[in-house]
């Protein structure tokens, strides 16, 4: 079976879930894997399955200022430098852009360098905005027209 990249649904959520230490590492990011942004936002919330699982995903929604929102995105550990990572990208700019979407914007905190430097890298402007998570807790924001 080759590589399919397909709208989400719960239970891949939830197989996620189950081996997030495959694509978050030590960063225990499990709080941010809602299920309702995947009930809700379907078209945009995309998983990439193969024959030996879930190797990849990213959940995003469009805004209602025609923003598409990437909200995680995650390659599991035996694909990264793959490009798989910018697959999904594009993939979900395609489903935001089907939307109305007419920028992209993500987040990351200061000292995730591989994330800072991936974005880029898909021509992300970056930007440290202070507070941004609340008092004393700055993110870097990425933001790019389409």
């Not at 649904?9 to 030590?26: C, F, I, K, T």
């Not at 945009?44 to 805004?63: P, S, W």
């Not at 929102?69 to 979900?92: K, Q, S």
């Not at 979407?101 to 890298?121: C, E, M, P, Q, Y």
Request: charged share 25%.
């Amino acid at each position: 079976m080759p590589l399919e990249i397909v709208p989400a649904d719960v239970s891949d959520l939830h197989q996620v879930l189950e081996n997030h230490a495959r694509y978050w590492g030590e960063r225990d990011l499990r709080a941010l894997h809602q299920p309702v942004l995947v009930r809700e936002f379907g078209a945009t919330c995309l998983i990439a399955r193969a024959e030996d699982g879930i190797r990849g995903y990213v959940i995003g929604f469009v805004t209602p200022d025609h923003t598409g929102y990437v909200h995680l995105i995650a390659t599991r550990d035996d694909t990264r430098g793959t490009g798989l990572g910018r697959r999904l990208y594009t993939e979900f700019t395609d489903a935001a852009r089907g939307q109305g979407a007419v920028r992209l914007k993500a987040i990351t905190s200061v000292g995730n360098k591989g994330s800072i430097a991936f974005h880029r890298s898909l021509g992300f402007d970056a930007r440290v905005e202070e507070d941004y998570d609340g008092p004393g807790r700055p993110m870097v924001v990425f933001t790019r027209e389409l």
